[in-house]
């Protein structure tokens, strides 16, 4: 101010008495010489945006043209409230002339000039003298960026808007019949997005793949994680260079030579662009081994998307994750259950964890990623669990067509091989994909539109298009009955609190509501994660470029390693900060008796119940599915909450042992389960209490055990992730008594 604009404080951005100067001086007296009577808040416009001729009255139209345009970010990397005093001396002494004075082309120049304004400042009373020296004596300290579409937040979906918003422009005039121009009229362009939760993705992602890509450098550390060099020969002719080189006439043999000559690159790197002197070969086997992601998360109830990050780096690497496909893993296994609750199984079905070969298919022996099997699970425990053994079964009871039609009808749109391994997840999806099928579950079946443009306005507030939330919401579908989803949801809960994606809860310390699956492909070449509460659905996937990229190790390579966490760290920022609380604390809504009492069986049994006649199929019995031939013996299709309960009572005492099939006398007794290790305990026609050691909330229940099959032994141990259910999984309690 003390040396370009004395008079700050006393004008609102024109100083009318240094313009009387200039139209004095330069206009009658032509003296070009006095200046032109610039405010700080002209100066800076002018310098952004070139003054365009308008004749004799050029300067005064122009002067009024200028406004205020901070150069903060890009020379401080941070907002103009947060400058100190020397560095906003180095913009105001740049306003004699940004080439000039430029810090990082001409440092020496511009440190002069800072410390010239430093000393006005000091003159005008405005710095003490023992603060303007200190200051002076500082270095420059630039954080030089360059403002572009690479810079910034939420790059990827900014590039993916432009298309969007240039393509809507191309069918509206200016009222002079011109086009529209997306980066010269000044348009207003209003989006979905939530920028704290967008920049809480980020910080989330960049922290997180800082650590995964070290470890997987280190896991690979001397090795080519794409395998055969045939690999990144194939690679090197698909590069750009390859093709340019064609295009001017070089032969495969002059271009691998290219290849095979160190030049001067730039690459990235975690920690900032870097040069390298490196073979252009070189750089691709750089390139091959990085890892990539992508995340979107969305409203489902509103249909709005809330944060989009589509890679790692928008300036070295433009495809966008978001929309890309790859593999799912066991994100797909939901369609499998939901497929077979719609056909009729029950969500108290019990399926063998046993290693099976199909010979109809190949010899196709689906494994557990634990490679464990045994005892017998429940729908919702199977799933919990991500088992595959029961997933193949399920798929082999329902048939792969109506597994197709539920994902087409939840949103995924990519390719599904019409195989039973589609099971395991073999199929493909993008992010916004994922988001479509989990958010159809939390939207307790209904199949939410996403949208993310709202408004595009001219500079003067005119409405060049809008859309509407109640317009995207008659696009909203009904894809799955609401039990099937409430089904589907308690399951998944059961998921975040005891199975797959517990860590969640134990070591990312995440306690609101929140239900989830992880999904792993063959030899960890993608890692998955969706996560989702009533108002905000989220998808992850990391992996390299090329899925022949991939960890060694599923300890490191699952999709509860490499994804999760980024939704993890993401959802840890936002909990705190109470803009979000609508977004990240709306509980789940209660599921109804009738539901949660179809739900209550124990997720895991060392042996499989045996009934003594056929249940019907879940929609019939749950009243919303006919009957071809109802008999006198069936039960009525509409049911009361009251009576669904004490259905599931007397199937309980249905349940009856098995001589024939096991082989094996009756093994009863009395057991317990201890809530502190999660362990089943029994003691064989031992006629004794076992002597229950007191656990949480008062200690572990005494429960009534009449087993039919093989001796179990004294002791039977549960997985440890059935140890312990939380009050966020409402539907699945452990029966407190009941026969076998």
Known sequence: MATEDARFFEHRGIDWISL?????????????????????????????????????????VNKIREMIIAHSRRYFGKAAKNLQTQEAALLVGMLKGNSLYHP????????????????????????????????????LGIHYTRENQNEGLATYFREHLRLQVDSILQDLRKPDGSRYNLYTDGLRIKTTLNSRLQRYAEEAMTKHMIVLQSAFDREWKGGKPWGSDAILDQAMRSSKRWQKGKEEGLSDKELEAMFRRKVN??????????????????????????????LVSGDPVEGRIKAWVGGINQQFFQYDHVLARRQVGSTFKPLIYAAALEAGFMPCDYFDNQLVTYPDHQDWEPRNASNEYGGVYSMAGALSQSLNTISASLIMETGVEPVIDMARRCGLKGRIPEVPSIALGTGEASPMELLSLFGTIALDGIRPHWYWLEQIETASGEVLYTYTQEENQALFDRAMNPETAMILRSALEMAVDSGTARALRYTYGLTGPLAGKTGTTQDQADGWFAGFNPRLVTSVWVGAELPVVHFKYLAIGSGGRSAMPIFARMMQAAVKDESLRTLVKTPFAPIPEYVAASLDCPPYLPEAPVYVDDDPGLLEWLGLKDKAEPTAETAPNNHTPSEASERIRKRNERMLKNGSA???????????????????????????????????????????????????????????????????????????????
């Open 104 to 139: 990082v082309r001409n440092p020496k120049r511009a440190l002069d000039r800072r410390n010239t304004v430093l000393n006005r400042m000091q003159n005008q009373g405005n710095l003490a003298s023992r603060e303007s020296a200190r200051l002076k004596a500082l270095p």
């Open 20 to 60: 009387g100067r200039v139209f004095i001086r330069t206009f009658l007296g032509r003296d070009l010489s006095q200046g032109g009577g610039s405010t700080l808040s002209q100066q800076l416009a002018k310098n952004l945006y070139p003054r365009k001729d308008h004749g004799w009255l050029s300067v005064p």
């Open 662 to 740: 096991r082989k094996a006398g009756m093994i009863s007794g009395t057991g317990c389960l201890n809530g502190t290790e999660g362990r089943w305990k029994w003691e064989s026609g031992s006629g004794k209490e076992p002597a229950c050691r007191r656990g949480r909330k008062g200690g572990n229940r005494k429960e009534k055990i009449e087993m039919g099959g093989r001796g179990l032994g004294v002791e039977d141990r549960k997985p440890r992730s059935m140890n312990k259910q939380t009050s966020a999984s409402p539907g699945f309690t452990h029966r407190t008594v009941f026969s076998i």
């Open 265 to 294: 690159m730039q690459i990235f790197t975690w920690q900032g662009p870097a040069r390298r002197e490196w073979t252009p070969r070189d750089s691709l086997r750089y390139a091959l081994s990085l890892l990539h992601t992508g």
